[in-house]
């Protein structure tokens, strides 16, 4: 099964991929994991995306969706997988689907994660982390200290509200427009409530996708 996780940030894609591939049985294809793996391995796609990214440049799509392409074909892929963070454009979009098309696969859903912006900015600015150990800490004020080594908490520049409005425009002009193009193309999209404990809205997922 391919499931294709949509959302906004902070609507919860990557806590719920991992709940998602263990009750689908498939795999989690993430964007900058299987980007980090080619460019360990050296392959030649892999070497490509390394000398964009040494330059500090952006990875063109074309070389991003051929490394997706290549994991596909790998045999750990072969009961299907859960594409996280593989789509944020239109373009993106209709590459994914030449890249499926050519491994003689489809989407057989793309699920929507829906959140109202007023609880992602609640959300992700309760957000903390250690200065010193990286340690993640949800509801815990940022000048608090670490329980794990005593440093102190603060809150990462992307967590601040004003940072996490900005991102929410991004989405709203780039990859929300992505959710159209897949209802236009005749795609399965289903729409999940994403407020709510980690295992309700994984239920919630699942009976959309009919599990």
Do not use: H
């Not at 294709?4 to 719920?16: I, M, V, W």
């Not at 392409?69 to 750990?76: F, H, Q, S, W």
């Not at 329980?147 to 601040?160: N, Y």
């Not at 959710?179 to 919630?204: C, H, I, L, P």
């Amino acid at each position: 099964m391919n499931i294709l996780l949509f959302g906004k940030p902070g609507a919860g894609k990557g806590t719920q991929a991992p709940k998602l591939a263990e009750a689908l049985g498939a795999k989690i294809l993430a964007t900058g994991d299987v980007l980090r793996t080619a460019t360990r391995a050296g392959t030649t796609l892999g070497k490509k995306a390394k000398e964009f990214m040494d330059r500090g440049d952006l990875v063109p799509d074309d070389v991003i969706l051929g490394i997706v392409g290549e994991a596909l074909a790998r045999p750990e892929y072969a009961r299907g997988a859960i594409l996280d963070g593989v789509v944020r454009t239109v373009p993106q979009a209709e590459g994914l689907e030449r890249v499926l098309k050519s491994a003689n696969r489809k989407l057989d859903a793309v699920l929507n994660f829906d959140i109202d912006n007023d609880e992602i900015v609640r959300r992700l600015s309760a957000r903390t982390v250690c200065e010193n150990c990286q340690t993640p800490y949800t509801g815990r004020e940022p000048g608090g200290k670490c329980d794990k080594c005593g440093g102190m908490l603060v809150r990462r520049k992307d967590d601040e509200p004003a940072a996490i409005r900005n991102r929410l425009a991004v989405y709203e002009a780039q990859t929300a427009p992505v959710f159209n193009w897949y209802q236009g193309n005749g795609s399965t999209v289903v729409t999940v409530d994403a407020v709510g404990s980690m295992d309700e809205v994984t239920k919630r997922a699942l009976k959309a996708l009919g599990r």
